[in-house]
């Protein structure tokens, strides 16, 4: 189901958004430090594709902290379309908006930095790797595997991320996991340059 997959996506592409504290020396404090450092930042473009059971899921999200997003998804050759404000949710299919009767910010209020700090309990194996270019920039590259419950599922996953070394922003992610019995692997990028608003539909 469409929903199921915008769960899933939704899930690991806002896993970077996790409560942090200040940086301190070691792989994991790093990518605490990167968290830290996009939630300052509160507004972002993340682009990402995911393949699951053949499937592949295309999404633009566009996410202004802690509960404002618009998002645009591709999957078996349907289009859709969600703008989420605190108290209400919106659905474009058709060149028609239409509202939810489902509140969809009550799912990502559960990914809140505060329901979201005990992610990092879930991260084990974190490590660094060589350092890598990407798109012309220098990035740290850490990888570290996940157990994480998030809304009664339990996903486990590889992650590889690169991080910009100037900035200390994300730049990409890479994530092999398991949830509900159904593998997938999820690849993203992040913008933190775009200026943009997010408002209900007119």
């Known amino acids: 189901?469409?929903?199921?997959?915008?769960?899933?996506?939704?899930?690991?592409?806002?896993?970077?958004?996790?409560?942090?504290?200040?940086?301190?020396?070691g792989p994991k404090e790093d990518i605490m430090a990167a968290h830290q450092a996009m939630m300052e930042k509160g507004r972002f473009t993340m682009r990402g594709t995911t393949t699951s059971n053949g499937d592949v899921t295309?999404?633009?999200?566009?996410?202004i902290w802690p509960d404002r997003y618009h998002m645009r998804m591709e999957t078996g050759g349907t289009r859709m379309?969600?703008?989420?404000?605190?108290?209400?949710?919106?659905?474009?299919?058709?060149?028609?908006?239409?509202?939810?009767?489902?509140?969809?910010?009550?799912?990502?209020?559960?990914l809140t930095p505060e329901a979201m700090k005990k992610t990092y309990d879930g991260m084990s194996n974190?490590?660094?790797?060589?350092?890598?270019?990407?798109?012309?920039?220098e990035a740290r590259v850490y990888a570290y595997d996940s157990t994480v419950?998030?809304?009664?599922?339990?996903?486990?996953?590889?992650?590889?991320?690169w991080i910009d070394?100037?900035?200390?922003?994300?730049?990409?992610?890479?994530?092999?996991?398991?949830a509900m019995g159904t593998k997938s692997t999820t690849e993203q990028t992040y913008d933190f340059d775009a200026d943009f608003e997010i408002r209900a539909p007119e």
């Open 165 to 178: 070394a100037d900035s200390g922003l994300p730049l990409k992610q890479e994530i092999v996991g398991e």
């Open 1 to 25: 189901m469409a929903t199921a997959r915008i769960v899933r996506f939704v899930s690991a592409a806002l896993f970077a958004l996790a409560f942090a504290t200040p940086a301190q020396a």
């Open 126 to 137: 974190v490590r660094e790797l060589d350092g890598e270019r990407v798109d012309g920039a």
């Open 58 to 63: 295309r999404m633009e999200n566009k996410a």
């Open 149 to 161: 419950t998030m809304m009664g599922v339990t996903s486990r996953s590889a992650v590889k991320i």
């Open 81 to 110: 379309e969600y703008i989420i404000l605190p108290g209400a949710s919106w659905m474009k299919q058709g060149g028609t908006w239409m509202k939810l009767p489902m509140d969809m910010s009550r799912m990502v209020a559960s």
